[in-house]
Every structure is written in C-alpha cells, then in structure tokens.
C-alpha cells in the first residue's frame, strides 16, 4: 500500500494542525485557582507594612498597565507618597513615591482610590490626613507614567472614592465622579458626590444621599458606557443586634453628567425593595474570643454597570434566613428603576465586604470575604464569585485562607480596612486585597494581586495573558473579527448568536435533540483560523468544510449540552491565520443551517 | 512679682481605656499584644528619662510637671517632637477649655507649694513659663485637647532602632487603633514599652517614612511614683 505525497502532505498538514491547536487550546477547569500575587518584596517594603484598604485600577488604553494604592508609606516634604505599579498585566510590581505632600500639614496619604481616563491618565483621589477638611483631593497625571502627578482643588472630607467616564460614546467622556461621605451634613452625615470636568483641578460638590431621616453611609460609583452615572449608598436606620443594623440600599442616577441626580426620583430606588435589610455596623467583625476582628461599617455594598447592555450591578449585605449576613447581588435591565436580587454566598458563614465589577462580555465578578470560627482561630476567607449569567447561579472560589493572629502587622480592629479592589477590563477581572504575605521572609499582611477570566470555559491564553482574548463584534448576518496581538483570539459564544441572529432549533426536556448546526463563515480565506470548543473548554471535533467562499463548522451538539431546551455555551475561537493581520478589522459573513446531517459540499 | 517661672504645662492625658470610652465614646480602642523575645537592660525610669541622647532640652521641664498634671487628674501625657499634649480626649473645646484651667491652677499649686519630688525636679531644670493651651481638633480623632508646643521635647524623625540602641528591646510590643467618628484610615500605633509601661515609645502607621517615634506615651502615676524612689 502506499501513500502519495499529496496525502503524505495533507496528513503532515493535519498533524500540524492537531499539535499548533492542542498548544494553544489548552483546556482547564473552571475552578482553576486564581493567579495571586504578592505585589510586595522584601526590597519594595522593607519596613514591613501593612498594605491596608487596597484599591486597584487598570489602564483602559493598555490593559498591561495595572496601578494599587494601599495604605504604605505617608508623605511628608520632600517625601511624596507611593503607588504600585505594573506594567506587565501584573506579574511584576514596582513601588512608585509620585504623590506630593500638598500640604504642610498633612503627614500622610489616607483614604485613596484610583482610576485611569480614557488616555490612559492615572487619577488617585486622596484624603490628607492631618490636613482640616476640606481635605481630599485629586492627583492627575501630567507628565509621564511613573512620574509625579499634580493635585488639584480641595474638596469635602472622609472616604474619596473615585471613578472616570473613559467611554467614548459618552457624552461625558473624561468627566471625573468621587463619591465621599460629609459627616458635617445636617439633619445627618450625607453621601455626596464631587465632578469635574479637568481631572480634579476644579471641583463641584452635589448632595446625592437622602439624610432627612438617618445617616447616609457607603457611598459608591459606577459610570456606564451611555455616560449615566449611579451611586449607591445606605441609609442607617437603627442598629439591632451582633454587630447588625437595619438600612435601606439606595440608587440614584445622573443622566446629565452629576449635575442632577433626580433620574429616578428626589430620593432614589431601594435596590431590595421597601423593607429595610439588615447589614453590618460593626468595630469588631469576626469573633473577638477567637482571634482578631476587622471593622465592618462602610463595607457593605458596591455598584457597577455591564458595559455592553448598561444593565446595572448593586451588590449589598443582608442577614437572611440564615442567621448570616450574606453578599447579595441586585440586578437592574431599567437603568435603576427595578432592581431583582439573587444571593451570593451560601449561607453557612457571615459574609461582607462585597466589590462587583462587570466584564466586557457581560460576566459578574464579586469579591467579598467571609470567616469561619468553627475551630480554635477565626479563619478569614477571601473569596471570588462569578456569575455567567447575568447573576441567576453564582460559581465561588478561595482566594485565599488567612488567621491573621500570628501575622504581626495585622491589627485587631483594622485587619485590611473598608473595602478592597475589583475591577474589569475587557473581559478579565483584576482584584486586589489584603491578605496574608506570600515568599516574604517575614509573614506579614501584604496587598495581593488576582486575576480572574471572565470566560466561562478554559481557554489557555485568555488565563494565563488575559488581554490577547477579546469578544467579537456582532452585527446582523455578520461578525467582525480584530486581533490587538499577534496571538490574539478572539471568542464568539454561539448561544449570543442564537439570541441575535441564528435561528437556533432547541432540545426540549425528553424531546428529541436537533441534529446537526452547521454554520457557514464566509469570506475567512487564510486570514482566520477557527475552533470549536464545548462548554467545558473541550476541543469539540468539528467538521471543517472549505467551501468557495469560506468554510463551514458542521457539528452535531450533545444532547447533555443544551440548557433549558436551548444550546449550551458553546464557543468559536478564532485566531489569525498565516495572511491575517494584526490590528486589521475582519467582517466575516454568518448563517446557522440546521440539518439532519453533516454538511457536505 | 509675678515671677511665671516655671512651668507650666501641659498636658497629657491619659486614661485608660475604660475612662476613654466613657468620656469620648466614639473613639474606639483596640489592642492585640505581639509577644517577642526580650532582653530588655535593666534601666530604671529615671535613666531612660533623662538619657541626653533621646531628649531635648524643654523635655526636663515638661518632667517637671508631672506632679501638676497628675493633681488635674490626667493620667497620660502624650509627648511629641514638639508639644506635650493631654491624653485625655474632650468632647468639646469648652470642656478641654476647662481641663485646661484645671492644669493651669495645677501647675501653679504645685509651683508655689512643691511636692518633694516637685522640687527634686524643678531643681534639675531651667525654669521657664509654660502655657497651656486647646488643640480643637487633635488630627488622630477630631478630639479637643489641652496642650503646650513650641517645645523641644525629642528629635523629629528620631528612629525607633535609636531607642533600641539606647535603651534596648522594649519589655513588651503591642498594636493599638486609634479610630475618629468618621470612616478614615484610623491610626495605629505600634508601642513599645519600657520601665514596665511607664515610659511607651510610639510608632504610628500614618508616617511619611516607617521607623520613626511618633510620640512617646508617659504613664504619668507610674512615672512619678518611680522617680520618686529613683531621683537621687
């Protein structure tokens, strides 16, 4: 028997084939630990500290570029306060001293947040302490990355938080928001909110909370990609027992830029409803007979918007059925105006300290930590969940395991402070918290660095170099294709498609499953290569069938992969092909053909 | 002739725990004990508070008050690069203005009719007018407090290694957080004790450079009832 070299050839081809994609697909499981890593080292902290109330920011216009501020060094003359730095995607961090002291009186950097704008300007909201109110601040970037930023006007006093309109639809693009709490406000302290328009240089303080009746508290930001702006806050409405008080979480909205906040009503949207919750207020968070406690008094709720769909995020604590205060996640599709709310965690341990963040292609992220004090120590956890599906199901994961008892620098009463770091860049989360130090010589707390996937199934690169994965762009009968890098994939989830543009037969319960989907792509030639992979990140063996005009992906999908009745999350990757340019948009023609078998030409 | 020789004033404070809560109850107090091995040198009080190569020349003077303040009932004295300031935290600016009057009648009982350990100390001093005055709002808590400044009290930046170096490892190491009513970086002050707690050298978190002796904390009972078997 003997071969021909056509066929030698076209065999060698497929071999080739098999190896480059078995490389570049490599599968993973879901629960695949996060990377953590401590962005402090003997030499970047020598003195050992804390590295307390962590907030985190990464660059819109270079994903590798990633900024932490957390409570380290103070300032003082001649001595500008730190930064952290990454310019790799986080692997490694550099300690920048680049905010001035801006004022004599002012001893050190306290309450901090950072953001870039859509440039590529890292801002870092400040509160100076020492200084007398007004006291907080906004540092812009001026001159180079990495060098000293300017600050700008003062403005109110406690807690600065920070956010920037860096979405180009907006018509509010550049246009800065920080939230702070006036704790001089009367009747009651007061959630407010400061906007300007030339990075902090000039100021304007709104009242946003309602503080008629009670004391606001928690006051948080999120920008959406229309350029309305939400803020949530508590009012505190009464404590009641172990560590607990009763408050309502509310939403307001601006649509004009912060000016006004009246969107939805004079006094915002309960995102629970009428009844007021339980949430914590508590000095002594944790079990103080078994170890060392945080303090949980503005930790408590968080906000963010899908930057795709404008859906809006509100994640908040409530003590339920349970007997546990427990991270809950409100959902809004009408821009605040009703809110519905899934839980979170899984009431067996109390829970607090929620950040949300939502990624480009609609995931949900939740960084909270819980504890357990069922042994000898309290044993404090910090914990990622995410959500693939708009937050009905909620998938939880260990960040990290800490009993900050034989950690010198962690003190009883502050253990990593208010709150702590997570954000979204295109379609990966990058978190920040204060946790227990990793390959220091001496065991202290340390600000820990993770990065998490916002991609369901196990796609090699986009977890270990999150930034070469993006999501293609859908249009009507068509999906546009654009590689940022040269090792670039770009993802297509099929059940997106089905609710867009194909017309996806189901597979209801005990019914019979469709046969074959056969989808054409047209118009790929050799700048695109493609794959299809399972809801679990298996390589799916696929049909691929070179037409005249493109190729066709013939498959027949498991009767176990369809949800609901409807096709489960399958995905296209595509990947440039050896005529495909980098940064060069691709429209490539769709259609879903389902047939009772394979396609043949 | 109203000779306002000396002294005068100061400060500090003190309580306990217990006393701050009831006085200023949204200052919360919390403190966990890091227990080190220490080969602490057997110096007594005295010898640590008059070592010339931690103290400045004013510090010896606000020495010199002690028996006032603890006649006005303060209990600690908060001492600073450059002020001595009450421990006790007010609530108000009127009611630090009248703990202030209380030390100020104090310091002049005291002066007029010297106890003997009074009289050891001022003898060992220059004497000089010291006048009390208010903190309206003490930057750690927003508490008022009744103060002195414009001394020379230890050197600014004076590292902790320094004390160290003079006085040995501290007998004990422990955490305390110092939080306002409001939701800021609370303070937290790493102290190191000496003299079984009657001299604390103090390291606070909120500092442009880690390692420097924020302030140092005298027990002011203990302090005098050490010196007075302690001065020669």
């Given amino acids: 028997m003997s071969i021909s070299s056509s066929s030698t050839s076209v065999l060698l081809k497929a071999l080739v084939m098999a190896i480059v994609w078995a490389s570049i697909l490599v599968l993973s499981s879901p629960t695949l630990k996060a990377q953590l890593v401590d962005i402090a080292t003997n030499a970047t902290d020598p003195s050992n500290l804390a590295d307390t109330e962590p907030s985190i920011a990464v660059n819109p216009a270079n994903h590798l570029e990633i900024v932490i501020v957390s409570f380290s060094e103070g300032w003082g003359p001649g001595n500008p306060g730190p930064i952290w730095r990454s310019t790799d995607g986080g692997t490694t961090w550099t300690k920048l001293f680049v905010l001035p002291q801006p004022n004599p009186s002012s001893f050190s950097t306290c309450d901090q947040k950072v953001a870039f704008d859509a440039s590529g300007n890292l801002h870092v909201a400040q509160l100076g302490c020492g200084m007398s109110p007004p006291r907080c601040m906004i540092f812009r970037q001026t001159g180079a990355p990495g060098t000293a930023l300017t600050f700008g006007a003062l403005y109110g006093d406690d807690q600065p938080h920070l956010d920037m309109d860096h979405f180009a639809m907006s018509a509010f693009l550049g246009r800065l928001y920080s939230p702070w709490m006036d704790f001089s406000a009367s009747p009651n302290p007061r959630s407010m909110t400061t906007r300007s328009a030339n990075g902090g240089s000039s100021v304007t303080n709104v009242g946003v909370g309602d503080n008629g009746s009670f004391p606001n508290r928690t006051t948080r930001v999120a920008i959406a990609s229309d350029g309305k702006v939400y803020v949530i806050f508590k009012t505190r409405e009464g404590s009641t027992s172990g560590g607990f008080e009763n408050a309502h979480f509310r939403v307001r909205r601006s649509d004009d830029g912060g000016v006004n906040w009246n969107a939805l009503g004079a006094t915002g949207v309960s995102v629970h409803g009428s009844g007021a919750v339980e949430t914590w207020f508590t000095s002594s968070w944790g079990n103080a007979a078994k170890g060392k406690v945080a303090r949980a008094r503005s930790s408590d709720a968080w906000i963010a918007v899908d930057p795709g769909s404008g859906e809006v995020y509100a994640a908040y604590v409530k003590k339920d059925d349970s007997g546990f205060g427990q991270i809950y996640v409100a959902r809004s599709k009408s821009l605040g105006a009703s809110w519905s709310s899934t839980r979170v965690t899984d009431g067996t341990h109390h829970s607090a300290f929620p950040e949300i963040a939502v990624a480009q292609n609609g995931t949900v992220g939740v960084l909270y930590v819980d504890f357990d004090d069922s042994g000898a120590s309290t044993i404090f956890r910090h914990r990622f969940a995410r959500s693939f599906n708009g937050g009905t199901t909620w998938s939880n994961a260990n960040l990290q395991s800490m009993d900050p008892g034989p950690i010198g620098n962690a003190t009883s009463g502050f253990l990593w402070g208010d709150y702590e770091g997570l954000t979204a860049a295109g379609n990966t989360f990058y978190g920040v918290f204060t946790g227990q130090s990793i390959g220091r010589t001496t065991l202290q707390l340390d600000p820990i660095f993770f990065r998490r996937t916002a991609w369901q199934i196990g796609i090699n690169p986009c977890i270990t170099k999150p930034w070469l994965c993006t999501l293609a762009v859908m249009k009507p009968n068509l999906i546009k294709l654009e590689c940022p890098f040269p090792d670039c994939r770009v993802i297509d989830p099929i059940p997106r498609n089905c609710l867009v543009k194909f017309d996806c037969p189901g597979c209801a319960p005990n019914g019979l499953c469709p046969p074959f989907y056969n989808i054409f792509l047209d118009g790929m030639e050799d700048n695109w290569r493609v794959q299809l992979l399972d809801p679990a990140g298996k390589v799916v063996n696929a049909r691929q069938v070179k037409t005249a005009t493109g190729t066709v992906v013939s498959f027949r999908p498991a009767a176990n992969h369809f949800r609901d009745g409807k096709i489960d999350d399958y995905h296209l990757v595509f990947s440039l092909g050896p005529k495909g340019k980098v940064k060069t948009p691709y429209e490539i023609k769709t259609r879903l053909e389902a047939s009772n078998k394979p396609f043949r030409p | ?232």
């Fill in chain 2, 1 to 232: 002739m109203l000779i306002r020789i000396l002294l005068i004033s100061i400060v500090t404070i003190c309580f306990s725990a217990a006393n701050a809560q009831t006085r200023h109850p949204g200052i919360k107090r919390t403190s966990h004990t890091t227990p080190k091995p220490v080969q602490p040198r057997r110096m007594n009080t005295f010898q640590i508070l008059t070592n010339p190569n931690l103290w400045r020349q004013d510090f010896p003077v606000v020495l010199a008050q002690l028996p006032a303040l603890q006649t006005a009932g303060e209990s600690k004295l908060l001492v600073f690069p450059d002020k001595a300031v009450s421990g006790t935290p007010a609530r108000s600016a009127d009611e630090a203005q009248n703990q202030r009057r209380k030390i100020e009648n104090a310091m002049e009982q005291v002066r007029t009719n010297p106890t003997p350990l009074a009289r050891k100390l001022m003898a060992r001093t220059t004497q000089r007018s010291l006048k009390p005055d208010i903190i309206t709002k003490f930057p750690e808590d927003d508490s008022a407090r009744v103060a002195i400044d414009s001394l020379q009290l230890f050197p600014a930046g004076m590292r902790v290694e320094n004390v160290r170096r003079q006085l040995g490892a501290p007998e004990k190491t422990t955490r305390v957080v110092i939080e306002s009513e409001g939701e800021r970086r609370p303070l937290i002050l790493t102290l190191y004790s000496y003299a079984g707690g009657a001299v604390v050298f103090a390291e606070a978190d909120i500092a442009p450079r880690p390692g420097a002796v924020d302030r140092v904390i005298l027990d002011i009972p203990a302090v005098i009832a050490a010196l007075e078997k302690e001065v020669p």
